[in-house]
């Protein structure tokens, strides 16, 4: 079975610019979840989609948002970034939302550098 | 007090040994716990779950989890240099009904 694919890899982007990254789970999977990791901060949860609806939402502005489409693809937008924008952005599946104590499955990653 | 604590190491064992590896949580109502594995550069990966108290065992692996004394650990028995990586433990906090809080990671160097 394939994993968690996300795209692009890698993006360098300039500070003002928006971006949108994508995220397809595992097939079967219906929950997608988005992670932002920083060196300093470690791995901070964005988001939770499951059923197209999001389920939570962590600390970060309102800048950050997301969605899921029907077939469970997930996509996350960043508007007006800035320099601290710049981490390693994670994606993660699992069969049901981690409230049911799905483990999750994480993504490659796309690696989002601020000039 | 964070909600996931882990010691950030680094913890150096020989190859061949047994790591430990610690991390305790805030939410004793908890019921869900992973243990993944990130080695530099890559994204974590799941090792493995835990959700009732006790030890459970996969290969190398063993996760302990004690829901009295908030505490859940892994250990790593034979030691390879190959499992030098950080180590993140992360739980389904009740309170926080369906976020996953990660600690900040243990980094484990297994020394030839």
């Known amino acids: 079975k394939a994993g968690v694919t996300q795209t692009p890899r890698y993006l360098i982007k300039t500070r003002g610019q928006q971006v949108t990254l994508s995220c397809s789970p595992i097939?079967?999977?219906?929950?997608v979840s988005w992670y932002q990791q920083t060196p300093g901060q470690g791995l901070q949860f964005l988001f939770e989609?499951?059923?197209?609806?999001?389920?939570n939402k962590g600390n970060f502005p309102g800048r950050f948002s997301g969605r899921q489409f029907s077939n469970s693809r997930s996509e996350m937008n960043v508007s007006t970034l800035e320099l601290g924008d710049s981490a390693l952005y994670l994606c993660a599946s699992s069969l049901v939302p981690t409230s049911g104590g799905s483990a999750q499955y994480f993504g490659p990653g796309t690696r989002l550098l601020v000039l | 007090q964070k909600e996931v604590e882990q010691n950030s190491g680094p913890l150096s064992v020989p190859e061949g040994a047994i790591a430990s590896l610690n991390c305790t949580y805030s939410?004793?109502?908890?019921?869900?716990f992973f243990w993944y594995r990130q080695y530099s550069g890559k994204s974590p990966e799941l090792i493995m779950s835990i959700y009732s108290n006790g030890d459970k065992e996969d290969g190398r692996f063993t996760a302990q989890l004690n829901k009295a004394s908030q505490y859940v650990s892994l250990l790593i028995r034979d030691s390879q240099p190959s499992d030098s990586a950080t180590y993140l433990c992360?739980?389904?906090?009740?309170?926080?009904?369906?976020?996953?809080?990660f600690g900040q990671g243990t980094t484990l160097q297994v020394k030839p």
């Open positions: 989609y499951f059923s197209e609806t999001q389920r």
């Open positions: 992360a739980v389904n906090l009740s309170s926080n009904t369906g976020k996953l809080i």
């Open positions: 939410d004793r109502g908890s019921q869900s």
């Open positions: 097939s079967g999977h219906r929950s």
